[in-house]
């Protein structure tokens, strides 16, 4: 059951705090005054969307927490919106939580209508969603399990043929490309270890230049240098033996000399260019071939590297493709069989719920006033999930009155009979897990002697688990356990939504406000609360 609710700065209610009584409890007030507000509050703590602009204006931030105890366990949830960025943070007895982890536990802490809920009974789709709530989780997952498999081989089979016809208008072109590139043989990196490997041969060139040059003066043939420093020396030689004074300056030119004469042999010593001339004449042809490449492929060297990859894993899979669809084919035909049997499984199950459901059905709308000759079933037609596989949907019918056909729930039904039959579903739908209930005004459209069995039915149900009740009819909030009054109130010009438990008096005086007031009202709240035995 919901033990406890507070909120905090959400649209008008600034700081709530709400404790639940076992039974009934009732929430009631005049239209406005912010009981869709505790009902938006649950529905966000419980999973559900909530805009920024229901944070309190000025506020940063809006709070809900709640307290729900089961039988087995107690559960603390709070969930918090930012009015700035719209993010919400969950917790789960006090821990960061999903939003998926608390949705499923959901179904467990309660079970929300509102006239909400009796417009989806109109929807042919929520007539099955009603029957598979009553089915085994198992039948209802392999089906699923199984399509789901089925779906995506299939996918796998239709990309495969597009890709494969795709491919296959190019194989010609691919084929062509590989040739060209499978001629050249670019290896990666190939382009720019070439250019760096010319470059160091053409500085080699301008070095043997040097060193030709270098030579050339040292053996000029009309003037050489080293010849002449010979000549030199030996003038100076006959000079220093008639002055003494040019004595050292022989010993000095033959230092020189023995330089140059040094020099000659290194340069002598340094390679021919005969082979580094062909090596980049080479060189240059192979830059030509890769540079023609490009052109003809209109791409650089790192993409034709990554295209010639992609061509031999191209004609590679155009190549084993068939029997890769033959494969996929072999795989879907298995589990097109195993889904064929899950759906056989799923529709003789939906059939036998079918039946009983539509006894219990027939049942609770008894006690809700409909006549003991209303007779409700579900009406099967198939649908193709799958080519060749076909899936039995369910679809309400019923016959309200006698001698009449069956028709669609959807077709005939008032929205008093869908308060009334919404009511007799949820009094099944939870019948195993016992969550609390909440009814927001599922008693619209209804009255008289039928108010009076649905308050009946409410309170017969209230004797097993929670029920919270949003109701303007005093008929039904007399039975209250515990009742609540939602209105607003103004404050130094800010308006607030309160809530609050009513005393004996102020329950007597509400019951006499929703019957209309004066005399005939405060009559009424008596015999009313007389009825209930309350007082």
């Known amino acids: 059951m919901l033990e406890f609710l507070r ?15 076992p039974g009934l ?15 938006r509050a649950l529905d966000f703590i419980l999973g559900e969307k909530l805009q920024p602009d229901m944070v309190r204006q000025g506020k940063d931030k809006a709070r809900v927490e709640a307290v729900f105890v089961l039988p087995e366990e107690e559960y603390l949830l709070r969930r918090e919106i930012s009015a700035r960025t719209g993010r919400s943070r969950l917790f789960l007895n006090d821990d960061l939580t999903s939003q998926e982890r608390i949705r499923s ?45 089925l779906k995506k081989v299939n996918r796998e089979k239709k990309e495969l043929n597009q890709k494969f016809q795709s491919l296959q208008e190019k194989r010609e072109l691919l084929e062509h490309q590989a040739e060209e590139i499978e001629r050249v043989a670019p290896g990666d990196g190939e382009e720019e270890e070439l250019e760096q490997k010319k470059d160091r041969l053409r500085n080699q060139a301008r070095i043997q230049k040097d060193i030709q040059d270098a030579l050339d003066i040292l053996h000029h ?42 020099l000659d042999t290194s340069l002598r010593q340094r390679p021919s260019l005969g082979e580094s001339e062909q090596e980049l004449e080479d060189i240059e042809a192979r830059l030509f071939a890769l540079s023609r490449l490009q052109r003809r492929l209109n791409r650089s060297m790192p993409e034709i590297i990554t295209l010639k990859d992609e061509i031999e894993a191209n004609l590679s899979f155009l190549d084993r493709c068939q029997l890769d ?25 939906r059939e036998q719920a079918g039946k009983k459901l539509a006894g219990q059905l027939q049942e609770e709308l008894w006690t809700l006033g409909f006549s003991r000759d209303v007779q409700v079933g579900f009406e099967f037609s198939p649908l193709e999930i799958f080519p060749g596989v076909f899936e039995q949907q369910a679809r309400l019918q019923w016959i309200p009155n006698p001698g009449q056909p069956g028709q669609p729930l959807d077709k005939i039904a008032s929205g008093g009979e869908l308060s009334r039959f919404l009511l007799a579903l949820v009094g099944l739908l939870a019948a195993d897990e016992l969550p609390s209930l909440l009814f927001d005004e599922v008693d619209a ?5 039928i108010l009076g069995q649905v308050g009946q039915r409410i309170g017969e ?7 919270i009740l949003v109701t303007h009819w005093p008929q039904l909030a007399a039975g209250a356990d515990r009742h609540f009054h939602v209105h607003k109130e103004v404050l130094d010009s800010q308006t607030f939504t309160r809530c609050r438990p009513l005393s004996r008096k102020e329950i007597r005086d509400e019951l006499s406000r929703m019957a209309g007031g004066g005399e005939q009202g405060r009559v009424m709240a008596g015999q009313l609360l007389d009825r209930e035995n309350r007082f």
């Open 445 to 449: 459209g209804i009255g008289g002697i």
């Open 7 to 21: 909120i905090q700065n959400l649209a008008l209610i600034q700081d709530l705090e709400i404790e639940f009584a």
């Open 221 to 262: 043939p009309d003037n050489p240098l080293l010849d002449n420093i010979r000549s030199l020396q030996q003038s100076l030689s006959r000079l220093a033996q008639l002055d003494e004074g040019f004595g050292g300056y022989g010993e000095q030119l033959e230092d020189i000399r023995q330089f140059f004469s040094d």
């Open 325 to 349: 669809v033959r494969e996929l084919e072999r795989r879907e035909q298995d589990i097109k069989k195993d889904l064929d049997q899950a759906v056989t499984r799923l529709n003789s199950a």
């Open 25 to 39: 409890n009732v929430l009631t007030g005049e239209s406005g005054a912010g009981k869709s507000f505790v009902l």
């Open 461 to 467: 149900l209230s004797q097993k688990q929670q029920i």
């Open 105 to 149: 536990l959901k179904n467990r802490l309660i079970i929300h209508t509102s006239q909400h809920s009796q417009q989806r009974l109109l929807s042919p789709g929520f007539h099955q969603h009603i029957l598979d709530s009553f089915l085994d989780k198992e039948t209802l997952g392999q089906k699923d399990l199984h399509l789901q498999a």
